[in-house]
């Protein structure tokens, strides 16, 4: 079908022709266009009049619902009473306000706040800020990074070495050098249908040890996972693994970092996932929750320990060669600001938490379900893995997705698993759409 049919087919639709659509089958999609052109709370709304439920919160993001009013009506006033200002050498208040707030509610020792654009700059950046860390010790030689294999830490080059999802990569050939990879803990002959952390599996967190053996301390830089992975399905980690990689890190004065970017603000039952598994990193990455989605905007956050390192050379002169034009943008600070607020007078963590085994249970219902072969847990995060259909990897997936479309379910799908991360004003009927979706798409498949 070529884009002139489609415009006819679709006389309400926007002209497709010229947007190249990131991680997604262009030309699957501009044939079976699917346009969301408004949204409210906890639904999305099509341009062929389609009302549906968001179980995903867009893209793992919109925490507090769409358009909340309270946020809609901060980046108002702030796109009226300054639209820019300059990032490096000018400041403005939004953005020490932004950083207080965050900071305030971050784990203890995490005291200052490098804003960035995006989960990949923010990955990006811890990055280049561990080297930096590591080289005004004067130990420069600390250059390697360790990531963990299905870990996803956004698509920057930093992000796709340290990641460990073969697509993401090998497209590209060349990745840093010097990157090594934990073993990832996804193991369904020990660990189906756990529920919350997996009993087994912290003695993977042990394979740092042998990493560290091979390359020898004084050359690493730093550990990077995600406390939860949510991108290569939700894989939560096993009881006692995080504050292992804590313990093995702390040993051999490597840093740690925990990519927070979906983890954050709620998803897991907590503020953050540090928080809910009492292990604290030397620098965290965020972004999507931060501004539940509004306007982008990532942060990296880091302890007193590492910005007092930078704070040596002489007075005056700038300490980090690192920054975007928009670090820290007066309509993300705006929003960002509106948002921790949101999260914080509505109580939406706490609401994360509550709903946990509600949430848990309608997950976990569908076990038994046709090629339901995992579900998997945590706050308001979760996972169904379907047996693939021989030969069609992601196609199973891709139908449930299609058939919980018609039926006015948004779900993500990430391989053959099913994703869910609703916003943290979902209601408990709406875990029960959501799951009666799912079912009956599983049902028909
Ligand atoms: C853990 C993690 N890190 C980094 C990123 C990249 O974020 P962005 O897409 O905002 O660059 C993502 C995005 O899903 C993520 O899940």
């Not at 919160?57 to 909340?68: D, R, S, T, V, Y």
């Not at 939860?228 to 096993?238: C, F, H, R, Y």
């Amino acid at each position: 079908m070529t884009d002139n049919t489609v415009r006819q087919l679709h006389s309400d639709l926007p002209d497709l022709q010229s947007y190249w659509m990131p991680f997604t089958g262009n030309r699957y999609f501009k044939d079976n266009p699917r346009i969301i052109d408004r949204a409210q709370g906890m639904y999305c709304y099509t341009h062929d009049g389609k009302k549906l439920l968001d179980a995903v919160a867009g893209l793992w993001c919109c925490n507090a619902g769409h358009c909340h009013p309270k946020i809609v009506e901060a980046i108002q006033k702030q796109a009226e009473t300054l639209d820019y200002s300059m990032a490096f050498q000018l400041g403005h208040p939004k953005v020490f306000e932004m950083a207080n707030k965050l900071t305030d509610i971050a784990p203890d020792g995490l005291d200052y706040a490098f804003f960035v654009n995006s989960g990949s700059e923010a990955v990006d950046t811890a990055l280049k800020i561990a080297l930096a860390y590591h080289r005004i010790r004067g130990q420069g030689e600390r250059t390697r990074f360790i990531g963990r294999e299905k870990g996803y830490h956004g698509v920057g080059f930093g992000g796709i070495s340290v990641g460990g999802l073969s697509p993401n990569r090998k497209m590209f050939g060349a990745m840093l050098p010097g990157v090594d990879h934990l073993p990832h803990t996804h193991n369904l002959e020990h660990n189906a249908f756990s529920r919350g952390l997996p009993e087994w599996g912290a003695h993977l967190a042990d394979e740092l040890e042998n990493i560290v053996a091979l390359h020898d301390a004084s050359t690493i830089a730093a550990v990077i996972v995600e406390p939860v992975a949510g991108s290569a399905g939700v894989i939560v980690p096993p009881r006692g693994y995080l504050k292992k990689l804590r313990q093995i890190c702390d040993r051999h004065g490597i840093l740690l970092i925990f990519d927070e970017v979906i983890c954050g603000f709620g998803r897991v039952g907590e503020t953050f996932a540090a928080t809910r598994f009492e292990v604290t990193p030397d620098l965290m990455t965020l972004a999507k929750g931060l501004t539940s989605g509004t306007v982008p905007m990532g942060a990296v956050l880091a302890k007193s320990e590492i910005y007092d390192t930078f704070m040596t050379g002489p007075e005056g002169a700038i300490e980090l060669f690192h920054g975007y034009t928009y670090s820290g943008h007066p309509l993300a600070a705006a929003a960002g600001c509106a948002t921790l607020d949101v999260y914080n007078n509505e109580g939406l963590y706490e609401r994360a938490r509550s709903l946990e085994d509600y949430f848990a249970d309608a997950l976990h219902s569908l076990k038994g379900e046709p090629n339901v072969i995992d579900v998997r847990n945590i706050g308001l995060i979760g996972a169904i893995e379907l047996q693939g259909i021989e030969g069609q990897p992601t196609a199973r997936a891709m139908q449930v997705f299609r058939e919980c479309y018609d039926n006015g379910l948004i779900i993500r799908t990430t391989g053959d698993t099913l994703a869910f991360s609703p916003p943290l004003i979902i209601e408990k009927e709406q875990i029960d759409f959501v799951v009666d979706t799912v079912k009956t798409a599983l049902r028909n498949q």
